[in-house]
């Protein structure tokens, strides 16, 4: 009798656990990340899309502010972000509405650029900035095949980024790229991560360019792998996985952290790693991913909240590179499982929380959604959409 009774108790405990067990797996299902970021990448449009609204049927720009709301163009940066949001929800529907956008936005972006020279309104004084530019060019190569943006992207890069490298024989900064044209000596690593995942995805992409111009393939590896080089030397903590901001015009380090930045470096290191093989890369990938989740998650477990500014789009940028490590092939097993589990922790969160259901708009707050008639900054809105985009192309756990 005991022991029939401890079958049964054994039973129903096993039971119970395999129903938690699944209630819980069924949590992390119940979204449906294709529709959700289907609705938020049209919402973007819908609110934030200029050319949208009344009277300003021209403004083939991403406003500021939701609905009018910000009219502001002294910021450049988000329209790469913005434009490549577009990329991502083309790439997953292969659809026209999202295509059309294109042709409007390459019109719109550098007529609106707030330094922009005459003689090229895609210049900016930030390098940064353009350096974002370059790597939606490139993308919109990549999704249409139309050669235009790449040679685009070759040309910025080749005539206003990379010549901001150096000098290799200054002390104590030897080399780096700069962070803002009139700016020479300050070193960031905005500017130096996304500048050599350019240099490395023009490498890759160089075969399918019908006049790549004089420069050879070999040549923006090189650079890649010399920025990169120039990035983990000055600004990464190897023993932590952190990355500190910049090399300041003194030589000293400005030692903040952004997850931005940790993303930049997981891109860089990612497609070294794709293209050598060399397995420091992927370390390198891993340790500063391990940084964000372990010790940049502290709003109960996610990260922090970001509801405007250039800080909004900070976390979006981590998540876009992210997620292209954790469908890594080659990435173990512990890894994956563990960023598998993390930035779909993030995206449930923020789906069921910090996301109007209605307006399909989100303000950075993970634990708060924006009000139906509440306006919504275009950086926070950008993350949100990034971080939906990154679940579709999530790969299943091994």
Excluded at 69 to 87: E, G, I, L, R
Excluded at 125 to 133: A, K, N, R, T, Y
Excluded at 251 to 260: D, N, Q, R, V
Aim: proline content about 3%; glycine content about 8%.
């Amino acid at each position: 009798m005991q022991r029939l009774f401890l079958f049964l108790l054994i039973s129903v405990y096993s039971i119970s656990l395999y129903a938690s067990g699944n209630e819980q797996a069924n949590t992390k299902t119940t979204i449906q990340w294709e529709k959700t970021a289907e609705g938020m990448s049209r919402a973007l449009i819908d609110h934030f899309w200029g050319a949208n609204f009344k009277g300003y049927e021209d403004r083939y720009y991403f406003n500021y502010g939701s609905d009018l709301s910000n009219m502001t163009t002294n910021h450049y940066w988000p329209q790469a972000h913005a434009m490549d949001v577009v990329v991502d929800a083309y790439m997953r529907t292969s659809s026209q509405y999202y295509l059309d956008y294109y042709p409007l936005w390459w019109k719109g972006a550098p007529k609106f650029n707030f330094s922009g020279r005459d003689e090229d309104r895609w210049w900016n004084v930030f390098v940064d900035d353009m350096e974002w530019i370059t790597l939606a060019q490139l993308r919109m190569f990549e999704s249409t095949g139309n050669e235009q943006y790449i040679n685009k992207a070759m040309q910025m890069y080749n005539d206003w980024i990379w010549p901001q490298w150096g000098p290799d024989d200054e002390a104590p900064w030897y080399g780096g790229i700069t962070w803002k044209t009139d700016v020479s000596k300050s070193k960031n690593a905005c500017s130096n991560g996304p500048a050599a995942i350019i240099a490395a995805r023009i490498y890759t992409m160089y075969d399918k360019v019908k006049n790549p111009g004089a420069k050879t393939k070999q040549a923006y590896l090189d650079e890649a792998t010399k920025i990169y080089s120039w990035l983990r030397k000055n600004l990464y903590v190897e023993a932590e996985g952190k990355v500190y901001d910049n090399m300041n015009g003194r030589g000293g380090l400005g030692k903040a952290i952004f997850t931005y930045n940790q993303g930049t470096f997981i891109g860089a290191a990612h497609e070294l790693y794709k293209i050598t093989g060399d397995k420091q890369y992927l370390e390198d990938a891993k340790k500063a991913s391990d940084y964000v989740i372990d010790h940049m998650s502290n709003n109960k477990g996610v990260l922090s909240n970001a509801t405007s500014g250039d800080g909004g789009l900070f976390h979006g940028i981590f998540f876009r590179y992210f997620v292209r490590l954790i469908n890594e092939p080659d990435l173990d097993a512990a890894s994956h499982e563990k960023y598998y589990n993390y930035i779909t922790k993030c995206a449930t969160v923020m789906a069921e929380n910090g996301l109007n259901k209605k307006t399909m708009l989100y303000g950075g707050d993970w634990w708060n959604a924006p009000g139906d008639k509440d306006p919504v900054a275009l950086t926070p809105m950008l993350s949100g959409c990034m971080l939906m985009e990154a679940m579709c192309i999530l790969k299943p756990l091994k």
